[in-house]
């Protein structure tokens, strides 16, 4: 049973479909095939990375989108320091 798709179109450079044609034809895949395989892969890379910074904004006591910092008093710690 496969997942239900959903159709998207796009344009890309000529040149980004010069890429995807070879590099589809080295796969041996319809360059449509190949282009949905890697948007997806990127797309869900993305919200991977996305996910981790939440997870780690949350640890580090970070609030809101602005990135402040409670019970730090206007300072931040070391730790912090150093991970920007």
Not at 26 to 48: I, N, Q, T
């Amino acid at each position: 049973m496969s997942l239900e798709r959903k159709d998207v179109r796009l344009k890309i450079s000529a040149e980004a479909h010069r890429q995807l044609t070879a590099i589809a034809d080295l796969h041996e895949k319809d360059m449509c095939e190949f282009a949905s395989l890697l948007l997806e892969r990127a797309l869900l890379g993305e919200a991977h990375v996305a996910k981790v910074y939440a997870e780690r904004a949350a640890r580090w006591g970070r609030s809101g989108t602005g990135g402040e910092f409670e019970g730090l008093a206007g300072k931040q710690s070391a730790t912090l320091k150093r991970t920007r």
